[in-house]
């Protein structure tokens, strides 16, 4: 794997690629990260990140490939993926879907071991009514992931 970093208003992040496929992000750099995307898919996660932090993307199309994982944590990043941008679920409600209204914790550890944060947006699953809580890159992150993307959800429902 290549890892990729970019400057972003949570910090440096990184993304790693296999030349085709995304297959891991992370919060800070990455020893062996590069500052420049060196192959076409890395080039379109950069730019879809970045378009991404600067409000303008609001669903990103750079394909991902997430080769762990147990059948349960594979089936909650699904759902992770068709929670509309600027939207929330709880991880109550994430277990529900599943068909396990009982599986609320055992989400939180998927969510935790997201190997593609931000992409496979991890962000989105919050506590019960509601409140912030856990997130592998600091709940500052995490709110702040929020109120950029409540940000673009407002700025695109009133123009």
């Not at 890395?42 to 932090?53: D, K, P």
């Not at 969510?111 to 009514?129: K, Y």
Request: neutral net charge; proline residues 6%; hydrophobic residues 40%.
């Amino acid at each position: 794997m290549r890892w990729t970093v970019i400057d972003s208003p949570i910090g440096e992040f990184s993304v790693a690629t296999d030349g085709e496929t995304v297959r891991g992000t992370h919060f800070g750099r990455v020893a062996s990260a590069t500052d420049q995307p060196d192959d076409v898919v890395s080039r379109q996660a950069v730019a879809e990140l970045r378009a991404y932090f600067a409000g303008q993307l609001t669903d990103f199309t750079v394909p991902v490939s997430i080769p762990r994982g147990s059948e349960f944590e594979r089936a909650v990043w699904q759902v992770m993926t068709e929670i509309p941008h600027g939207e929330t679920l709880t991880y109550g409600e994430v277990a529900r879907r599943l068909g396990d209204p009982g599986a609320a914790r055992a989400v939180g550890v998927a969510c935790n071991r997201n190997p593609v944060p931000v992409i496979v947006p991890c962000h989105r699953i919050v506590g019960a009514g509601g409140k912030l809580v856990g997130f592998g890159g600091g709940l500052d992150r995490k709110v702040h992931l929020l109120e950029l993307e409540a940000r673009v959800a407002l700025q695109r429902a009133w123009s």
